[in-house]
């Protein structure tokens, strides 16, 4: 009992000594408390909820402007009000850049921006996207074939964006500055996700009206591709007709020659035979060669009627057009071949 008495004592002595001394020695040197700003911090919540406000209102001008600049198709202003009041932001796997935050007057924050969608708003932007796409000759929007596909993209250095699941998201950098009049300010020049949801809202909000022209466009095709066919069956016609009368003048200069070459006495006949021979063969190959000229290559004043509808011709048209001119061409160098024997051998 006395040894656990002596203890007690001593510890007692010992406080009455030094711990006099200490306070005594150091009532100048209050301890200092270090205070924390709660909202000097990537992941303040007030500074969150600031950035998120900022956030929506360039959204929303953004937004503004392009279906301002965009005005050619209209807009559904019940589901445009629905977007813009049924967006939803949040900034999530945050995290500071700085190595010593504490002593910079400049955080740099990295994150992830989530964009809540409203239900379904993802997959009209989808239809209406490949709506939009369907009668681009060489493809809108760069071509992608979905709108995954274009938002997924890092074309010219912007961001590739995620859409799954009725949210859009990326990465989201932003600042936490310290000012001398307004404080502590959050800001961020990040717009790629706000660029690629406005992106998104244009395609849903004017879906019907992508539907609506592409139904023009198919209607007026259908009409264009009538008027062309009759057209083309106008063409045809005109060409039969002109290849008739072609064939006819083909057959009366060959009996003509013919007859011509059969009135030559046998001298005659002997004498020409080599150069008659000589002829045949460069009238055949150049009326091959004048037949390939194409017709697309003749003025207005050399062009017969019927080669004046050229534009509805298809590719059985435009050989049998050759055909005709190799006709033409035949008929004429016979024509010439058969004077030239009646004024030399007569």
């Given amino acids: ?3 656990t008495l002596l203890f007690p004592v001593f510890a007692l002595l010992t406080l009455g000594t030094t711990g006099c001394d200490y306070f005594k020695n150091n009532k100048d040197d209050p ?6 700003d709660t909202d000097w911090s990537c992941g303040s919540e007030n500074q969150l ?12 001008q953004m937004l503004d402007r392009d279906l301002r600049a965009g005005d050619y198709y209209n807009v559904n202003q019940d589901i445009l009000q629905k977007i813009q009041n049924g967006i939803r932001f949040e900034i999530k796997n945050i995290r500071t850049v700085n190595d010593a935050p504490n002593k910079a007057s400049q955080l740099t924050c990295e994150s992830q921006l989530i964009v809540h969608l409203p239900k379904g708003l993802q997959k009209r932007a989808e239809n ?3 709506e939009y796409q369907k009668n681009c000759d060489e493809g809108c929007d760069g071509g992608y074939p979905t709108l995954h596909d274009y938002l997924g993209d890092e074309y010219e250095g912007r961001q590739a964006l995620q859409l799954n699941h009725d949210q859009l998201a990326g990465k989201f950098n932003y600042y936490i500055t310290k000012t001398d009049k307004e404080g502590i300010l959050a800001h961020s020049d990040e717009k790629d996700v706000l660029t690629g949801l406005v992106f998104v809202t244009i395609k849903a909000v004017q879906y019907a009206a992508y539907i609506q022209e592409n139904h023009q466009i198919e209607k007026d095709a259908l009409t264009n591709e009538q008027q062309s066919n009759a057209q083309t069956q106008l063409a045809q016609k005109a060409m039969d007709i002109r290849q008739k009368e072609l064939d006819a003048d083909k057959t009366k200069a060959v009996e003509k020659l013919a007859l011509v070459w059969n009135n030559l006495s046998e001298e005659q006949r002997s004498s020409s035979q080599t150069d008659q021979k000589q002829w045949v063969e460069k009238r055949d190959v150049d009326c091959q060669v004048i037949s390939q000229k194409s017709v697309y290559d003749l003025s207005d004043e050399q062009k017969e009627t019927y080669q004046k509808h050229s534009n509805y011709w298809t590719e059985a048209m435009r050989n049998q057009n050759q055909t005709m001119q190799y006709t033409k061409c035949f008929t004429q160098r016979t024509t010439e071949r058969t004077i030239y024997l009646q004024n030399t051998l007569s």
């Avoid at 301890?31 to 924390?36: A, I, N, P, Q, S």
């Avoid at 909820?49 to 929303?60: M, V």
């Fill in 31 to 36: 301890v200092k408390v270090e205070t924390v």
């Fill in 128 to 130: 209406a996207y490949l």
């Fill in 1 to 3: 009992m006395k040894k």
């Fill in 49 to 60: 909820q600031q950035l998120k406000a900022s956030l929506k209102q360039h959204y929303l």
